[in-house]
């Protein structure tokens, strides 16, 4: 046994560092054989875990904004999750959801793009929730050829199966995360307009079109629209049921509470419908950070190719183009920031990615034999 399975654990490390001119300090992704390899306070926290083997999450260092890498590390908070993943927050981060999709986007990227193989599992936790009961915190861990390494280019075999699984996947877990951080309190039913809207949008079926580029419910396509709203009011019902009794618990008042009563599932989605400019944000929203996370991850067969053994020197368009992801996630809704949506996108990307079998085309296109089905309009 080596002399570091029996003193220090081993440590899979998973950390950004950019230079002072905003590149890439390669490689992201490392296993140091020894932990003096780590900053003082890294060590002590790898050594409280009492575990053999931790898998270390730093955030993202830029010395633009923290010229004293010495000061910055001495805010560093560290938590333990049961999996033996170690993440550390900086005690300034005034959004450190955003930071931590920020930190898997770049790490997931240059894994493909390098080929690392370093053990890494994707996390995708969720802000404070009001009265609604938040998802719980889903964890994937990526296999050693897995990750993003497989998304496909676009035109590339594979690209329309993979995507609109992917879509769907996404739609799933946006539609559950988003209704409970925007439903803060009692007082969000104040306007029930927006409330109604994100309810019925939360319990509309995932859907997508026949043709490569629908990857959601488009709203000036009625036929999307329609199967998106089949058999609405016996989804809403369950989520109206769910909601009236919270609010039963929290002594709302009775008109709020009757108004939501489940048996008026049916009048209140036909009510969004007659009234869709709210709902239709939700939809045109999804659509569009679906798109633009699709193009992101089509991306990546192409920075691999580029980077021809020096991954660092892709890293700003990498960069670059998950900002733009940001942006959307942060105007999601009412221009009110959804900072677990990244970790989401990406989490789900990665387990549909690594479970589609790019290789057996009956699956990629839809044909007899496929777990999936026919291609088309595709109901979840």
């Known amino acids: 046994m080596s002399n570091r399975m029996t003193s220090d654990p081993q440590v899979h490390l998973h950390w950004v560092r950019e230079t002072p001119s905003r590149a890439l300090d390669f490689p992201i992704s490392s296993s140091p054989q020894s932990l003096k390899s780590l900053p003082?306070?890294?060590?002590?926290?790898?050594?409280?875990?009492?575990?053999?083997?931790?898998?270390?999450?730093?955030?993202?260092?830029?010395?633009?904004?923290?010229?004293?890498?010495?000061?910055?590390?001495?805010?560093?908070?560290?938590?333990?999750?049961?999996?033996?993943?170690?993440?550390?927050?900086?005690?300034?981060?005034?959004?450190?959801?955003?930071?931590?999709?920020?930190?898997?986007?770049?790490?997931?990227?240059?894994?493909?793009?390098?080929?690392?193989?370093?053990?890494?599992?994707?996390v995708a936790e969720h802000g404070p929730a009001g009265i609604l009961p938040r998802p719980l915190a889903a964890r994937h861990q990526c296999a050693p050829d897995g990750g993003l390494a497989k998304a496909p280019a676009e035109r590339g075999f594979g690209y329309d199966r993979a995507y609109k699984a992917t879509s769907i996947a996404i739609q799933t877990a946006v539609r559950a995360a988003v209704p409970p951080a925007h439903i803060g309190s009692i007082d969000s039913f104040s306007e029930p307009g927006q409330t109604l809207a994100i309810l019925t949008w939360g319990a509309a079926a995932p859907v997508t079109g026949r043709h490569v580029d629908e990857l959601g419910v488009e709203v000036l396509k009625p036929r999307m629209i329609g199967v998106a709203f089949y058999r609405l009011p016996d989804r809403l019902a369950v989520r109206l049921a769910e909601v009236r009794e919270i609010l039963l618990r929290h002594r709302a008042s009775p008109v709020i509470c009757d108004s939501l009563k489940p048996s008026r599932a049916a009048r209140l989605g036909e009510q969004c419908r007659r009234r869709p400019r709210l709902l239709n944000q939700l939809f045109s929203n999804e659509v569009r950070l679906i798109s633009n996370f699709v193009r992101f991850c089509a991306r990546i067969s192409g920075w691999r190719a580029r980077a021809a053994g020096n991954p660092a020197s892709i890293f700003r368009e990498v960069r670059d183009s998950w900002e733009g992801v940001e942006t959307i996630i942060r105007r999601f809704y009412l221009r009110r920031p959804y900072s677990a949506l990244g970790s989401i996108l990406l989490l789900e990307a990665v387990r549909v990615l690594e479970a589609v079998d790019l290789n057996n085309c009956n699956e990629l296109r839809g044909q007899k034999g496929s777990s999936h089905g026919w291609t088309g309009i595709h109901r979840k």
């Open 40 to 122: 003082p306070c890294v060590q002590t926290a790898v050594l409280a875990t009492g575990l053999a083997t931790v898998e270390l999450h730093l955030p993202p260092y830029r010395p633009s904004h923290s010229p004293d890498l010495a000061a910055w590390l001495a805010k560093l908070q560290f938590r333990q999750n049961a999996a033996g993943r170690l993440i550390a927050i900086h005690a300034d981060d005034a959004d450190p959801l955003a930071t931590m999709a920020f930190h898997q986007a770049m790490v997931l990227v240059m894994r493909a793009v390098s080929g690392d193989t370093t053990p890494l599992t994707i």
